[in-house]
């Protein structure tokens, strides 16, 4: 009784807070809380899933966007919907990219965007059973992900 009741007040508080900084404007926090991106309760996520589509669709260009439809498509997976996923992290993956290729200030932390953003994608593909499609997508994960790696060092 006692987990059942620590599990309500958790969802609660995730619901609250997740709907609070979409309703104040400060979707670039919405990620930051760990009850968002790490829960496995899938009723949970599911409550949680009108609050992050609102929060990606009124986010900002650039980081916040993406993010917030990467955090979207990781509750939609992890509510156990790969499948309806897949176009939320195709979405983040390409407005991450296209900030990526422009080059300028943010350029080395959209391509590690990139990278995240891209494996989340490739699990999701083979939780879908696409089994191609999920290791072309490491692949490019693997290697955006170098390159990353490599120009916050050298660079």
């Keep these: 009784m006692a ?19 979409v309703l104040a404007g400060r ?3 919405v990620g930051n809380s760990s009850n968002v991106t790490s829960s496995s309760d899938p009723r949970l996520l599911e409550r949680l899933i009108p609050h992050l589509r609102t929060a990606a669709e009124s986010a900002p260009e650039g ?14 997976d992890m509510g156990g919907r790969p499948d309806a996923s897949l176009p939320f992290y195709e979405q983040a993956a390409a ?17 590690s965007d990139v990278a995240w953003i891209t494996a989340n994608w490739a699990d999701a593909l083979r939780k879908t059973r696409n089994l ?4 072309e997508r ?14 916050r060092t050298f660079c």
């Design 63 to 76: 980081e916040p966007r993406w993010s917030c439809l990467c955090y979207l498509a990781n509750a939609i």
């Design 132 to 135: 191609p499609a999920a290791r």
């Design 138 to 151: 490491h692949v490019e994960s693997a290697g955006i992900g170098a390159v990353a790696s490599w120009t």
């Design 27 to 29: 979707v670039g926090q």
């Design 3 to 21: 987990a059942l009741r620590e599990t309500a007040v958790r969802e609660i508080r995730a619901r609250r807070l997740l709907a609070s900084r």
């Design 95 to 111: 407005q991450a990219r296209a900030a990526a290729q422009a080059g300028g200030d943010g350029s080395r932390q959209a391509w």
